[in-house]
């Protein structure tokens, strides 16, 4: 189990050293053959891991201490259980599929850079994988940097392009605030309890030795790190920024996998966050005003690829509503069926922008479901189920974490309800205006408007089966099912809660989400199924179009002030007064030494007057004893 | 014995270089003479070499002894992997006076091994300035356009510091029973703890001047700035160590309940200045002078980690000595590569680096995630475990300086952007072939970094012994 372990976080690794070593050597078909196969092996590690945690439950393996001093010890160890596994499936599975599509979705690269894409992409695996299968919060805090390094190359792939390369930096900067957050939760944990290690934090007996402000702290802590890399309001602004990386990377690392290492973190820990109920209702208003927030966003937006960032935004928060309610198991039942549909959609976007010649905006679009057949119906597939309508995935993971909000407070449900039919608008707003009634582009568009390779095709496929059918993996017992997936994580994060709502109410809740959420698309395909939308007219509309003037918010009242206070203490502080004062010192005693001079007369009696003064002086003042006097009686002795 | 001849490797290369008048000759001697001072330094990590001790100024009853522990082991390392590294990847670059230029280097290296070996403490203060003085003429000799003045206010900043440091020493010795200048003496000296402050404020003022901590910095940026880069790059590397080692050797032992006693004021002075310089850098558009403040704020941390006085803290600095080390001479090597072949150290006039030269890019993006300490680069544990010394004195220490993190970001990325990536600028597009040479340096670098990044337990190991010594009475 050792090796098997290693190796799935080794696979990717040789991957990056390979391609990123030999970028100049090997042809692109060896290149992609190889990024794609570790990848592949990777996941076939993962399933054999999978099925031996589901036969003989979670092992941790110990490879070598990273740090060993004599006053504490973070060991190398990995861990594979119940939740990790599934995490390690959906990372290694998906990535595979993304990993395949990319091979001909950049084919137009030049080969070493064609190296250097897939050299990133496999050393993201490889950080998202350790992310994962870290046995301590050092080992996870190596990968959930590394990740983040992995998004700021992908974004900034195509370097000469100065916008990437701002939105790169962006995307690392707003990730560094939280992962200050991260390493802050860390050194609390260590001082508290000495060790960083979840078989020793993430049980009852360290919870004892915590008192209630430690445990809102550190989960708090958390939370802003998991704000960070899950783009949760405040720091979310760099991820639709962040679409200007490469589609396949938007849809492996700010769609399937990264952005949700921060549910993956709050699920690991739950035992902590379960112990504060303040940081759960904090967790929970972030989460469901995200979620809305960006849902409104994305009603307005005209770029493929903006409006499904704005939703990948909406979507993690719901997860973190679903986290922040206390429903665990199903904010990562929809980390799993969103991984799916919305690397499928991403794809589908992808695969779009191909045939476009890279054209992103969708009302430059239109008609594309007869040029693009098999791109449309995966592309419907993914929104149908992102939109909640069952019996399709989405469905049955948004439905369980609604279910759970209304447990705790309606208005949760009903918010989250509001958020579910503007996610249905939006979604098929985007999906009529591209493509349902008249092509809108150049002709020369259309002459070249073409289905994507198998290459491309293929993902699609297996991903729109996927969104389809993995509801299955958790039908409630209501509707007869066993939810395997909650069964699975009991040993994470313990039974599941006894329904406190009666059937009746749950078919009911049930019924309102899906009749509301249906109506909503009908309006929208209704609305843009001939036409693209306009120019904003409405005062509200431009406010949404804008973004809500977020970015615009931040760039005056922090960045720009910061920037002034650094001037500052560049050009005033450093120059005139502390600077100055050194100068300035070094002036006075020029001048003085100018004055000074006209004491030397010349005359050794004053000389020696001032000598045996200013020993005197010193002494008495100094070091107001007569030991240095006997030093210098000594050494006159010995000379 | 060993140690003797080991420190008198430089010495000897430094005369010898006197008396050589070609390039090739010289760049081959110093360069030889420095792989042979890294060869002796991995002998010394390996095995237990004795104290070396002989009498020297027996009128002071001073002696010439030289002790060796782990940290030294660790500092002469860093020092013997700088030399030659300086020496191999500038070998190209124009010297007028090539020999006794490299001369002088060589004498330095001497004084920079002695600091780290001396047991006696006017043996200390002598290879102090033995390490001052050449750079004092190498800066004013080979320096940039402002150099007069600029080596002029820090030789003679540093030097006020070394004579506070030097009456702190003479008032020690002459309260000591046996008079002597041997560290276990001075531990002993008879003084009250009045009188204990004052000499350890004047230890301090010294080594604060050196390292240099806010507000004693406001010669470094210019000193960067205006020597020549191979100069830079020992004073950035190791010469500002001494300071920080001059606190662990001589300052915690000697007065440790004066230096319990400022740990508050120190501490927080050394986080002012972190955010301090980490705000300056991001204003900067001298690629020399972001590194000069960037190198500032992370010598500001390994201060403020030490005065914290937490175990772990301490190993963390300990460690980041070594670190910091590596991955600001790396730095260095990167933007003098760039200034000899584009002319320019304005990050303005440069950009698409990736696309002229893509190896040198990937190396300045390397180093400068490094120089953020990612995980898995050696800085991140040096960094993780100072953070947690910190954390423990005070959090709120810790957080405060936790935000240089971010901002080490900004201003490192800001710099990634503006030189690496972009369109070829003007001045990238005179660059000629690459620098082979520093190259191979800056690979053999990355992967120390990586090494020590992914497996830190050998300095650990290494620095076990002085952590010891420190913590357990």
Not at chain 1, 408 to 425: D, E
Not at chain 1, 540 to 545: A, C, D, I, S, T
Not at chain 2, 200 to 208: D, S
Not at chain 2, 353 to 378: E, G, H, M, R, Y
């Amino acid at each position: 189990m050792k090796l098997i372990i290693g190796f799935i976080v080794l696979w990717p690794l040789i991957g990056f050293l390979f391609n990123g070593l030999g970028r100049h050597i090997w042809s692109k078909k060896v290149i992609a053959y190889k990024a794609t196969g570790y990848i592949v092996a990777s996941f076939i590690f993962s399933i054999l891991a999978f099925l031996n945690v589901q036969s003989s439950g979670a092992v941790t393996v110990h490879y070598f201490d990273f740090i060993n001093t004599t006053s504490f010890k973070i060991p190398f160890d990995l861990r594979v259980d119940a939740l990790s596994s599934l995490f390690l499936l959906v990372i290694t599975g998906v990535g595979s599929l993304i990993h395949l599509y990319s091979t001909a979705y950049m084919q137009e690269e030049a080969s070493h850079h064609y190296a250097r894409y897939f050299a990133y992409l496999n050393l993201f695996v490889f950080s998202m994988l350790l992310l994962v299968l870290g046995d301590n919060y050092v080992i996870m805090f190596i990968g959930w940097e590394g990740v983040g390094l992995c998004s700021y190359l992908l974004i900034g792939y195509w370097f000469t392009n100065a916008t990437y390369n701002y939105a790169a930096k962006k995307a690392f900067i707003m990730n560094r605030i939280g992962d200050l957050g991260f390493l802050l939760a860390i050194f609390w944990l260590i001082v508290k309890l000495g060790s960083v290690s979840y078989g020793t934090v993430l049980t009852a007996e360290s919870l004892a030795k915590l008192s209630t402000t430690d445990i809102t702290a550190i989960t708090l802590l958390l939370f802003v790190g998991a704000m960070g890399k899950s783009a949760q309001i405040p720091l979310y602004t760099w991820l639709p920024d962040a679409m200007a990386g490469p589609t396949p990377v938007s849809a492996l690392i700010h769609a399937a996998t990264m952005v949700t290492a921060g549910i993956y973190m709050i699920t690991r820990s739950n035992i902590l966050f379960s112990a504060s109920e303040f940081t759960q209702h904090v967790i929970a208003i972030i989460g469901i005003s995200t979620a809305l927030l960006s849902a409104t966003i994305a009603i307005k937006q005209n770029d493929i690829k903006k409006v499904l960032a704005y939703s990948t935004v909406s979507q993690l928060g719901y997860m973190f509503l679903g986290l922040g309610v206390g429903a665990y198991s199903g904010a990562v039942f929809h980390v799993i069926t969103h991984a799916f549909f919305k690397a499928l959609l991403f794809l589908g976007a992808g695969s779009v922008i191909h045939a476009m010649h890279h054209e992103q905006d969708i009302r430059k679009m239109g008609g594309l479901k007869s040029k693009l057949p098999i791109t449309h119906i995966t592309f419907l597939i993914g929104c149908i189920a992102i939109a909640g309508v069952p019996p399709f995935s989405g469905f049955f993971s948004k439905d369980e974490i609604l279910a759970a909000a209304f447990a705790k407070s309606p208005i949760y449900w009903a918010l989250g309800v509001l958020g579910a039919a503007m996610t249905a608008f939006y979604m098929f707003r985007l999906y009529a205006t591209t493509f349902l009634g008249q092509f809108r582009g150049t002709d020369e568009q259309e002459h070249h408007l073409h289905e994507s390779p198998f290459a491309m095709t293929l993902p699609l496929i297996l991903l729109a089966v996927a969104s389809a059918i993995a509801g299955a993996i958790g039908i409630p017992e209501l509707m007869g099912g066993h939810h395997w997936l909650s069964h699975q994580l009991i040993p994470i994060v313990g039974e599941p809660h006894e329904a406190s709502l009666s059937h009746s109410t749950e078919w009911a809740l049930m019924g309102i989400s899906v009749a509301i959420a249906v109506i909503a698309l009908l309006i929208a395909v209704n609305k843009y199924k001939r036409q693209a939308d306009g120019e904003p007219l409405t005062a509200l509309g431009k406010f949404l179009y804008n973004k809500w003037y977020v970015d615009e918010l931040y760039n005056n009242a922090i960045v720009q002030p910061l920037n002034k206070f650094a001037g500052f203490l560049k050009e005033v502080i450093e120059k005139n007064i502390i600077d100055g004062a050194v100068n300035g010192t070094g002036k006075v005693v020029q001048y003085s030494a100018r004055k000074i001079r006209l004491i030397q007369s010349g005359q050794v009696g004053y000389y020696i007057l001032f000598m045996v003064l200013s020993i005197i002086v010193l002494f008495l003042f100094w070091f107001n004893d007569l030991s240095i006097l006997t030093f210098f009686f000594k050494l006159t002795n010995k000379l | 014995m060993f140690l003797l001849l080991f420190l008198l490797i430089p010495i000897v290369a430094a005369l010898l270089l006197l008396f050589i008048k070609s390039n090739a000759s010289s760049n081959s001697v110093s360069i030889g003479a420095g792989i042979l001072t890294l060869i002796g330094s991995i002998y010394l990590l390996m095995v237990n070499a004795g104290d070396y001790d002989t009498s020297w100024l027996p009128v002071l009853n001073s002696r010439f002894s030289l002790h060796l522990d782990g940290l030294s082991k660790l500092l002469i390392l860093l020092t013997s992997i700088t030399f030659p590294a300086i020496f191999i990847s500038t070998k190209n670059n124009e010297i007028a006076n090539r020999n006794i230029f490299l001369s002088l280097m060589m004498f330095t290296q001497a004084g920079l091994i002695g600091v780290f070996l001396a047991s006696d403490a006017l043996l200390f203060y002598f290879f102090w300035e033995l390490a001052l003085i050449p750079v004092y003429f190498l800066c004013s000799i080979w320096g940039g356009e402002k150099r007069v003045a600029v080596t002029f206010k820090f030789f003679i900043y540093t030097f006020l510091g070394s004579l506070f440091m030097l009456i702190g020493i003479i008032y020690l010795y002459a309260n000591t029973a046996d008079h002597s200048f041997a560290i276990d003496s001075l531990k002993h000296a008879n003084i009250s703890g009045g009188q204990s402050a004052t000499v350890f404020a004047l230890f301090f003022i010294a080594f604060a001047i050196k390292m240099p901590i806010f507000p004693f910095h406001t010669w470094q940026p210019d000193a960067y700035e205006q020597s020549p880069t191979a100069v830079t790059m020992v004073l950035s590397a190791v010469m500002v160590k001494m300071g920080l080692y001059g606190v662990i050797r001589w300052l915690m032992p000697l007065f440790p309940a004066a230096f319990l006693a400022h740990s508050n004021i120190v501490v927080t002075l050394s986080v002012i200045g972190i955010l301090y310089a980490s705000f300056i850098a991001i204003r900067q558009d001298d690629v020399k002078r972001l590194i000069a403040y960037s190198s500032i704020a992370h010598i500001g941390l390994m201060n403020a980690a030490l005065f914290a006085h937490y175990q772990i803290g301490v190993q963390g600095a300990l460690v980041q000595l070594f670190s910091h080390g590596i991955n600001v001479l790396s730095l260095w090597i990167i933007a003098d590569i760039i200034e000899q072949q584009t002319g320019t150290r304005s990050m303005k006039a440069l950009g698409g680096l990736a696309k002229k030269q893509p190896t040198l890019a990937i190396l300045l993006v390397a180093f400068s995630f490094a120089n953020i300490a990612l995980p898995l680069t050696n800085a991140f544990v040096g960094e993780f475990l100072m953070f947690n010394g910190l954390f423990q004195f005070n959090p709120w220490m810790a957080a405060l300086a936790g935000v240089s993190v971010v901002l080490a970001a900004i201003y490192t990325l800001n710099m990634v952007q503006k030189v690496a990536y972009g369109e070829i600028s003007e001045a990238t597009n005179q660059m000629q072939l690459p620098n082979k040479n520093a190259q191979m340096v800056l690979i053999v670098l990355l992967v120390i970094v990586f090494f020590t990044g992914i497996y830190p337990q050998p300095l650990f190991d290494l620095t076990a012994d002085t952590l010891t010594q420190l913590f357990v009475k």
